[in-house]
């Protein structure tokens, strides 16, 4: 009998570090013997890239509710082709990003109605996470570590602190309602500590019987 399946998730603002914990809980999980599948958002299928590519485009200007349509446009297509059938064969499923964030960027950014995500959240992705860590940084910090990175910022990138810290707040509102599936991490410590956090809530977590 195959383990049951694992979905894990990991979110946070701008420059909180998601690539490096990313790694290190895909590690952590395969040396317990599990099959990983990362994904990303928006993303991680053909077409959810295309989606992307357009959600990202500094060239475009969309409307608040498109963006959040194109966002569970995107994930609608990752959660059918890529995250059931995963979890389905026993996987563990660690999404870089996952319906929380829309919660935080389109309701908590934007001002978009909450309960109108809520019902994409159960109409377009049916599942949610079981356990979500939540990298939390200081809006300055983690923009200026994601700005030291170089490259053109995206459409999303390009918006105002004010913008950001909405974002933030409204992952910590998210964490606060749901204690039992959020880790809260601070993501202002060096990485080695960030990821030392994670791997040793992660480990209690299965050791918990997850
Ligand atoms: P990334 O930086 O993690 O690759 O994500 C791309 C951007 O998309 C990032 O600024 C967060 C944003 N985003 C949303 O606004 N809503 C969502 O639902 C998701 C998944 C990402």
Known sequence: MSAPGLFISLEGGEGAGKSTVIAALHGALAARGRD???TREPGGTPEGEAIRCLLLDPGQHLHPETELLLMFAARAQLVRDVIQPALARGAAVVADRFTDASFAYQGGGRGLDMGRIAELERWAAGIKPDLTFLLD???????????????????????????????????????????????????????????????????AWLDAGA
């Open 137 to 203: 940084v200081g809006v300055a910090q983690g923009l200026a570590r994601a700005r030291g990175r170089g490259g053109e910022p995206d459409r999303i990138e390009r918006e105002r602190e004010d913008f950001f810290e909405r974002v933030r707040a409204a992952y910590l509102t998210r964490a606060a309602a749901e204690p039992a599936r959020f880790r809260v991490i601070d993501a202002s410590l060096p990485a080695d500590a960030v990821v030392a956090a994670v791997q040793s809530a992660l480990a």
């Open 36 to 38: 990983v599948v990362v």
